[in-house]
């Protein structure tokens, strides 16, 4: 079992930044692709941003493009996702996510429903 702890939500002005985290623990070795997913009100599920951690690869979704950043620290089994120029659209929860992945197009391709561990969430609120 891989067990997922975000934290670093709130709420910020439009144009300011935020800085999410995701604590895994448990069995994580088996871990190849973690993500972050947001969800606001009404809305699906959306994959915001993906890393197959067996290489660093990483993919964003585009509205996100060239504003966030997710990264790891591997000696931390930490999950980032820096969220700079922020948006009143970026408002959701976002979620921490991750499932084993044998290639990057695995992680890369999968929807939100074929991740096997899932945080709590924690909500970002970005006011205009």
């Known amino acids: 079992q891989v067990q997922l702890v975000e934290s670093g939500g709130g709420s910020v002005q439009a144009g300011g930044s935020l800085r999410l985290s995701c604590a895994a623990s448990g069995y994580t070795a088996s871990i190849y692709c973690m993500a972050w997913f947001r969800q606001a009100p009404g809305n699906e599920r959306e994959g915001v941003a993906r890393?197959?951690?067996?290489?660093?690869?990483?993919y964003y979704a585009d509205s996100v493009k060239g504003r966030f950043t997710i990264s790891q620290e591997n000696t931390k089994n930490t999950l980032y996702l820096q969220m700079n120029s922020l948006k009143p659209e970026d408002t959701a929860i976002y979620y921490c996510?991750?499932?084993?992945?044998?290639?990057?197009?695995?992680?890369?391709?999968?929807?939100?429903?074929?991740?096997?561990?899932w945080g709590q969430g924690t909500q970002v609120t970005v006011s205009s």
């Open positions: 996510a991750a499932k084993r992945a044998i290639a990057p197009y695995v992680c890369y391709s999968a929807p939100a429903t074929d991740f096997d561990y």
């Open positions: 890393m197959f951690t067996g290489s660093g690869t990483t």
